[in-house]
Nanobody, 112 residues
Framework: EVQLVESGGGLVQAGGSLRLSCTAS????????IGWFRQAPGKEREGVSC????????YYGDSVKGRFTAYRDNAKNTVYLQIDTLKPEDTARYYC?????WGQGTQVTVSS
């Protein structure tokens, strides 16, 4: 059974940082693409970052380039999302994805 478990969200002030984690199980982690998405209230789910299978370098959505850094640790079956210089518009629930599976998400709330 595939499981994706996100953690690390919270309430932070604008300008702060967070590191989100997604730990996976139930499949050979290193062999698959893993992505981060986010969804704000009333908005569509947005792609944030993605590691394609076999490619060590992540792709980023245009809205987060320069402030978000993703990295994966295949030995720990975990992908991380470091978010710096947080803005109120980063407020959203952040999800991990290994198609077609989704984690439950972790909430990030940024106060101004």
């Amino acid at each position: 059974e595939v499981q994706l478990v996100e953690s690390g969200g919270g309430l932070v002030q604008a300008g702060g940082s967070l590191r989100l984690s997604c730990t996976a199980s139930g499949f050979t982690f290193a062999d698959y693409a893993i992505g981060w998405f986010r969804q704000a209230p009333g908005k569509e789910r947005e792609g944030v970052s993605c590691f394609m299978s076999g490619d060590p370098d992540p792709y980023y959505g245009d809205s987060v380039k320069g402030r978000f850094t993703a990295y994966r640790d295949n030995a720990k079956n975990t992908v991380y999302l470091q978010i710096d210089t947080l803005k109120p518009e980063d407020t959203a629930r952040y999800y991990c994805n290994k198609s077609p599976y989704w984690g439950q998400g972790t909430q990030v709330t940024v106060s101004s």
